[in-house]
């Protein structure tokens, strides 16, 4: 299975047009295939293909680009996830049907709780430019994390 990880993020011609699609297009193989060591494959593919990604400047943009695309993961699955919970309470009696409105108040606290957590990553460093990275990595691996678990709860709640 890892294996097949580290292949979806490497150079494939029909993927995608530059290592900064690249790393949106890894994102997606990488909840697909379901393997969570796959995180952050696809910013390090685009780290070491780009002749600037070892600026600071050039991590930053990878690390950006990968994260954009798990976060635009993390809304789908959060839409799934509140649809599916919906679906359930509507099936419920009304003293049950509370999954929708507590998953919308647990990803309000877990936003919160991301920011505030990659705010330490991004301050550990002091100053300097290396909290850019540090920040950037927070952000990407969590919001990459909490699409699994977003995949994982709509597919206890019955969903596909």
């Known amino acids: 299975m890892k294996a097949l990880a580290i292949a979806l993020v490497l150079p494939v011609a029909a993927w995608a047009e530059t290592p900064l699609d690249r790393a949106a ?10 393997d969570r060591t796959c995180i952050g ?3 390090r593919f685009c780290m070491e293909a780009t002749p600037e990604g070892q600026t600071t400047l ?9 994260r954009d695309a798990w ?8 839409t799934r996830a509140r ?10 009696t009304p003293d049950h049907a509370v999954r929708a409105a507590r998953l919308r108040d647990a990803q309000r ?7 505030a957590n990659c705010a330490v990553d991004y301050a550990l460093p002091g100053g300097g430019s290396l909290r850019q990275i540090t920040g950037a990595h927070c952000v990407l ?20």
């Open 71 to 78: 976060d635009r993961l993390l809304n789908e699955e959060y």
């Open 109 to 115: 606290a877990w936003i919160a709780y991301r920011d």
């Open 58 to 66: 050039g991590m930053s943009a990878c690390l950006m680009a990968e």
């Open 83 to 92: 649809a599916e919970s919906a679906r359930v309470d509507a099936a419920d």
């Open 141 to 160: 691996r969590m919001t990459a994390e909490r699409s699994f678990e977003l995949r994982a709860l709509v597919r206890a709640l019955g969903g596909d």
């Open 25 to 34: 297009a890894g994102a997606v193989e990488c909840l697909e295939i379901g």
């Open 41 to 43: 494959n696809a910013a």
